[in-house]
């Protein structure tokens, strides 16, 4: 059913990383090209290739959910619940630091 999975020899702590910062490139890339006044308008060419990266290297390591509805989904209809909790603290940890980040080092006050 498609739903993102630990590979085999990845630990739960290294999928956690993994979300983290595959997510934080995913919301970081949205924050600089679609959301920034600054930023030229092709957000979407940039945000595109962020998820096609991000697929390419967290793909066989976690999945490369990106996005807690990603995993859940999935999950709910063909099982695999296991390690829910990773799918959503992950992306929202990394997020957030994207967010953080961009806010106090690159946004114009």
Not at 9 to 21: A, D, P, S
Not at 91 to 104: F, N, Q, W
Request: proline share 6%; net charge neutral; glycine share 16%.
């Amino acid at each position: 059913m498609g739903t993102p999975a630990l590979a085999s020899g990845i630990t739960v702590t290294m999928g956690l990383i993994t979300e983290m910062i595959l997510t934080f490139f995913l919301v970081f890339v949205v924050y600089g090209t679609a959301v920034d006044k600054r930023a030229p308008q092709v957000g979407g060419l940039f945000i595109g290739l962020t998820v096609a990266l991000d697929i390419l290297m967290g793909g066989p390591i976690t999945g490369a959910a990106m996005n807690p509805a990603r995993h859940l989904g999935p999950a709910l209809l063909g099982g695999g619940l296991n390690d829910l909790w990773l799918y959503w603290a992950g992306p929202v940890t990394g997020g957030i630091l994207a967010a953080l980040c961009y806010k106090t080092c690159l946004e114009e006050k």
